[in-house]
């Protein structure tokens, strides 16, 4: 599944009431435009998407306050991981933490070899 937008709460309730139904980790990321540090961390996502498993959500947060609010987001770039039963936040998230947190919560893809 590509990266999904969320504009409000409904939006990210559909998400993790889908993540949940197909037993899969949600990674919730939110930056903006504006943050320096965004691209990059957007970049380390999509690199993890390829060698891990999961559902990516992505708010702006110019855009959505409401989801800002419930999370107490105040800086960027931000994660919160849903699995199952638990919630994880890390705020003002480092690309490393990024990747220790991915590889912790969510499944490896499995590859097949060139010869299969």
Known sequence: MSKVEIVNEE???????????????????????????????????????????????YCDTHLADGVLEVYKVTAVPSVVIFKKHMTVSFL???????????RANCSATLKLDEDF
Do not use: M, Y
């Not at 990674?27 to 999509?46: T, W």
């Open 11 to 57: 939006t990210l309730e559909w998400l993790r009431k889908k993540a949940a139904k197909d037993n899969s980790v949600l990674v919730l990321q939110f930056g903006n435009s504006s943050c320096a540090r965004c691209p990059l961390f957007s970049e380390a996502v999509e690199e993890l998407k390829g060698d891990f498993t999961f559902v990516h959500g």
């Open 92 to 102: 003002n998230c480092s690309i490393e933490t990024l990747k220790k947190e991915v």
